[in-house]
């Protein structure tokens, strides 16, 4: 490539829909679109291709011009791997960036002969499997990418042990500053949970504990929706009303305007048991907020350290969770504390420099 010419990057995913792996790559997309001499492909191929996170007017938007029918299913998955190998050929990009589990193996597939080089970033729990099927197809189908990209130091290890590739980055999320400027600001005695409503977030167990808990003053808030036709929120509701706490229990659906919520609550709890590295806790602790989570296997444990920015609890200790929860509620010291650390520890997660360390290792490899 000479001076003069343009570099092309390639970001594929299904959608921009409401999620982590969404918000990251919109992130990069703004990002790489600021680098002098980078233009930016973005596709969105999956079912729905729903922009919630949007992205500069200079990223080059493809989305099939087709609406996959699910009634002829396979044949809409084929004309969705034409499609892609269609606009790879068309774009000719130097790069391609691709998220996604299931889906890097559909992309890879796609695109089998074509002379593409291809990063691939897994955004699930690391030990997770995706059944038979797809796990041949990552042993056939990643050695072929020109590197591979994952999110924690344990990922990195329970990948290495499967022999898919060698060429492996350990690059985290990039984490939104989330600051309340000059203002002073008026936290509120409210617990707030972030995610979608699906069954690895067990936003049941969190009500249940709070419950427990039983400090009339403090409300629970929890942000996400229904998704992947699980259908919880009814059940949720139920269940508040159920423990006599609906009145303490807030459900605010969809926020693309978050973080105001963050900067006037005062304690982050996640109950979730499946992570690659949730994009919530990092800005919780950007807000300045302590955070209690789960130990799952990846994800809170690079962010968290027990007892200096919040708590990390074996995974379904809800006796441990429960009391590290009302410790929080009634200490307002300790609350501040704990905050103060998580939005000073989380900076090394800046966006900034996550961003460039993708853009050097799809770009430069390294």
Same mark, same amino acid.
């Given at each position: 490539?000479?001076s003069?010419?343009?570099?092309?990057?390639?970001?594929?995913?299904?959608?921009?829909?409401a999620?982590g792996m969404?918000?990251v /790559?919109?992130?990069?997309a703004t990002?790489?679109?600021?680098?002098?001499?980078?233009v930016?492909?973005?596709?969105?191929?999956?079912?729905?291709?729903?922009?919630?996170?949007q992205v500069p007017?200079n990223?080059?938007?493809?989305?099939?011009?087709?609406?996959?029918?699910?009634?002829?299913?396979?044949?809409?998955?084929?004309?969705?791997?034409?499609?892609?190998?269609?606009?790879?050929?068309?774009?000719?990009?130097?790069?391609?960036?691709?998220? @996604?589990?299931?889906?890097?193996?559909?992309?890879? !597939?796609s695109?089998i002969? !074509?002379r593409?080089?291809?990063?691939?970033s897994?955004?699930?729990?690391p030990?997770?499997?995706?059944?038979? &099927?797809?796990?041949? !197809?990552?042993?056939?189908?990643?050695?072929?990418?020109a590197g591979?990209?994952?999110?924690?130091?344990?990922?990195?290890?329970?990948?290495?042990?499967?022999?898919i @590739?060698?060429?492996?980055?350990?690059?985290?999320?990039? /984490?939104?500053?989330?600051?309340?400027?000059?203002a002073?600001?008026?936290r509120?005695?409210n617990?707030?949970?972030?995610?979608r409503?699906?069954?690895?977030?067990?936003?049941?167990?969190?009500?249940? /504990? &709070?419950?427990?808990?039983?400090?009339?003053?403090?409300?629970?808030?929890?942000?996400?929706?229904?998704?992947?036709?699980?259908?919880?929120l009814?059940?949720?509701?139920?269940?508040?009303?159920?423990?006599?706490?609906?009145?303490?229990?807030?459900f605010?659906?969809?926020?693309?305007?978050?973080d105001e919520i963050?900067?006037?609550?005062?304690? &982050?709890a996640?109950?979730?048991?499946?992570?690659?590295?949730?994009?919530?806790?990092g800005?919780?602790m950007?807000?300045?907020?302590?955070?209690?989570?789960?130990?799952?296997?990846a994800?809170?444990?690079?962010?968290?350290?027990? @007892?200096?920015?919040?708590?990390?609890?074996?995974l379904f200790?809800?006796?441990?969770?429960?009391?590290?929860?009302?410790?929080l509620?009634?200490?307002?010291?300790?609350?501040?504390? !704990? @905050?103060?650390?998580?939005?000073e520890?989380?900076?090394?997660f800046?966006q900034?420099?996550?961003?460039k360390?993708?853009?050097?290792?799809?770009i430069?490899?390294?």
């Open positions: 490539m000479n003069r010419e343009k570099l092309v990057v390639c970001l594929v995913i299904p959608s921009l829909q999620g969404e918000r /790559m919109s992130q990069l990002f790489f679109t600021q680098v002098p001499g980078t930016v492909h973005l596709i969105l191929y999956g079912i729905t291709r729903e922009i919630f996170y007017g990223v080059i938007i493809h989305k099939p011009s087709f609406v996959f029918n699910n009634k002829w299913r396979t044949f809409y998955t084929f004309k969705t791997l034409f499609f892609l190998r269609r606009k790879i050929k068309e774009i000719r990009p130097h790069t391609c960036l691709s998220f @996604g589990e299931f889906w890097n193996n559909f992309f890879l !597939l695109i002969g !074509l593409c080089r291809v990063y691939i897994d955004r699930s729990q030990d997770k499997s995706l059944g038979r &099927f797809h796990e041949l !197809l990552r042993h056939l189908l990643y050695p072929g990418a591979l990209i994952f999110q924690t130091a344990k990922a990195k290890e329970i990948y290495l042990t499967k022999n @590739g060698r060429n492996i980055a350990v690059i985290g999320n990039p /984490m939104r500053n989330i600051d309340h400027g000059t002073k600001i008026e509120q005695k617990v707030i949970m972030v995610g409503l699906i069954n690895t977030k067990h936003q049941d167990q969190l009500i249940e /504990m &709070f419950a427990k808990v039983n400090n009339p003053e403090w409300n629970l808030l929890i942000v996400g929706y229904d998704h992947l036709k699980q259908l919880h009814d059940r949720l509701k139920k269940l508040a009303k159920d423990l006599n706490i609906e009145q303490s229990v807030i605010t659906g969809k926020q693309d305007k978050i963050y900067l006037k609550s005062s304690i &982050f996640f109950t979730s048991s499946s992570e690659g590295f949730p994009n919530v806790i800005e919780a950007s807000a300045g907020l302590p955070v209690i989570s789960y130990d799952c296997v994800g809170p444990s690079e962010m968290i350290v027990d @007892g200096y920015n919040g708590y990390l609890i074996p200790n809800k006796t441990r969770f429960e009391s590290k929860l009302a410790l509620m009634k200490d307002d010291e300790l609350r501040e504390k !704990l @905050g103060a650390n998580a939005r520890s989380i900076k090394r800046s900034e420099k996550i961003c360390d993708y853009y050097d290792f799809i430069h490899g390294i």
